[in-house]
């Protein structure tokens, strides 16, 4: 009995007993340990790219602002259409030079097969967060397509496409010829980018680096990302469709672009229809709009395909435009012809009251004496 005693009485090895002093009330923190090193958090990557590049995100930022308040107050610009005419090959020039050389913020179907690859397998931000330009850019562009479709990067922050309408103007001022397709032609042709897209996302199921190869159908990577330092046939094909251009308005991202072709699908889910302004008359009987639109987005019934609308907004001139709309022509032509009968009543009145006067001298008299 004393040995069992004595045996319970010694503490066991990894047990401690239970006295009235344990477990301590308060428990104070361990001392430091001196000659001991916590080695730092490590920050992600893209942070530190992130604050390398904050010039180019702050004039980024400050482009979108300034395309945003071009879009909110799109009716005045289209009412001054001189105005509207700088403010947009301005910012064409901003989109390819600060965006597209600069920035290297050519957005790429790529980067579109890559984001539904990666929902797939194993979505992670990191690896979207490393290139700031491109992650702002898509986030802005996201948004525009709920709110205006696809037309808003179209027609103003695609580099390449910036770069067509730059090539178009000069054609224009030089008076080159402007040559289109007929319509059973072109309806055929717009669904070639349709193809190119599906093809690439069936290949892309299989391999992503592969699929970037056959991706080389853009010339983005020729003209933008390597400003044209690359093999020559590379160089020759990028060369030939910025030609085409001249004579054909932004004829690639008409009929070849899958970047628009994968845009316009999630831009057909957009939360407005108002932005683009039309009127009854609009193509029953007028064609004006649908004539003028080079891009050929305006159907013959007069509606607007925001499928392939790159949102210039020269409809929207003619909209405001009392010389070339034929609802305003008509409009202002009745206000004329009653400005002008009135005119004449005015200038009738004076000489009949003469006429009556003459006639009846007394009566000037009479009305004298009242």
Known sequence: MAKRAASSSRPVHG??????????QNVAPLPAK?????????????????????FDIAVLAVGLATL?????????????????????????VYTLFFIGWWGLAQLSVINVLTFVSSVMQGFHWENFLIDPMLFILW?????????????????????????????????RKLKLPEIEFSDAVHERLVALKYI?????FGVSLQSISEAAWYAEVEPFKTVISMRFQREWEYVLYALILIGVAAFNRKFYCKYLCPLGAALAIPGRFRLFEW?????????????VCANHCSVRAIRTTGEINANECHYCLDCQVIYYNDKLCLPLIDRRKRREQQLVRGQENKANTPAKNVVVSESHPDDMGTAGQH
């Open 34 to 54: 001196p000659g001991t090193w916590t080695p730092p958090k490590e920050e992600p990557a893209w942070i530190a790219i992130w604050q390398n590049r904050s």
């Open 15 to 24: 047990a401690l007993p239970l006295t009235p002093d344990f477990p301590p």
């Open 196 to 200: 190119i897209l599906i093809l690439l």
């Open 139 to 171: 986030g802005f562009v996201a948004t525009t397509l709920l709110l205006w479709g696809r037309g808003v990067y179209c027609g103003w922050l695609c580099p390449f496409g910036a770069l067509q309408e730059l090539i178009l103007l000069a054609s």
């Open 275 to 287: 932005w683009l302004r039309r009127r009854k008359e609009c193509g029953k009987p007028c064609q």
């Open 68 to 92: 945003s308040f071009i879009l909110i107050f799109q009716d005045w610009l289209a009412k001054h259409p001189t105005a509207l005419t700088y403010v947009r090959n301005g910012f064409h």
